[in-house]
């Protein structure tokens, strides 16, 4: 049972760089979101999805955009890649937001910008 | 808006002692969900317990416990006679209205042999 699945795991950038985190989730699950983590600052959602066709900004979406390409997939794109966005980035997925629905989360992907 | 508080940022404790994470939340709903998440070293997100705002009764799994009390906004979580592998980062979340899950900075628990 995969559940959430995110790639890359780990992966370099140089600085101007664009890259597509990638995430699916098997659980038939309607919502799915993003969050990255960073030391001492716990994780900050980046963008969600509530359900297939719809998105919207979190916490702190400057320099992301994200795709839901259908129910089970939902990708996070770094256009121009920055330092700052050097951090862990976790997918996570729930059957509904807002309900209180269980969110699991996918194992991350260490991402460093040079 | 939504805030969750977890003051303790480090905790080291010795092998067998218990110990308690706190938790302040802050929300203007009334109904609002609770959530605990253990990071282990290995850096994946286990989920441990979710409680909604409508449920003050405290839980107890194995050794682990968490107190709910509406009226300090918290939701604590302790370990009795802590081990080793509870070494890791423990944390606090908030769903409430339309907002999803909002985490604590967290707290590194390390429990020393």
């Known amino acids: 049972n995969a559940g959430v699945t995110q790639t890359p795991k780990f992966q370099v950038l140089k600085t101007g760089q664009s890259m597509t985190l990638q995430c699916a989730q098997d659980m038939n699950h309607n919502s799915m979101y993003w969050y990255r983590q960073d030391p001492g600052m716990g994780l900050r959602l980046i963008y969600y999805?509530?359900?297939?066709?719809?998105?919207d900004k979190g916490e702190v979406p400057n320099g992301y955009n994200v795709s839901r390409l259908n129910k089970r997939e939902f990708s996070l794109r770094l256009e121009s890649a920055a330092p700052s966005q050097t951090s862990v980035y976790f997918c996570?997925?729930?059957?509904?937001?807002?309900?209180?629905?269980?969110?699991?989360f996918g194992e991350g992907s260490w991402l460093t910008v040079v | 808006a939504q805030k969750v508080t977890q003051a303790q940022t480090e905790i080291s404790v010795v092998e067998k002692e218990d110990v308690t994470l706190d938790c302040v939340y802050e929300?203007?709903?009334?109904?609002?969900?609770l959530f605990w998440y253990k990071q282990p070293p290995s850096g994946e997100l286990v989920f441990l317990i979710r409680r909604n705002s409508f449920d003050e009764q405290n839980e107890i799994s194995g050794r682990y416990s968490w107190n709910f009390q509406k009226s300090t906004s918290s939701f604590n979580f302790t370990i009795t006679a802590s081990q080793v592998v509870d070494s890791a980062v423990y944390f606090c979340?908030?769903?409430?209205?339309?907002?999803?899950?909002?985490f604590g900075k967290g707290t590194r628990l390390s429990v020393i042999a």
């Open positions: 979340a908030l769903e409430s209205g339309n907002t999803p899950l909002v």
């Open positions: 999805s509530a359900s297939e066709g719809t998105t």
């Open positions: 929300t203007r709903d009334t109904t609002y969900y």
């Open positions: 996570a997925s729930s059957a509904f937001r807002g309900s209180g629905n269980t969110i699991y």
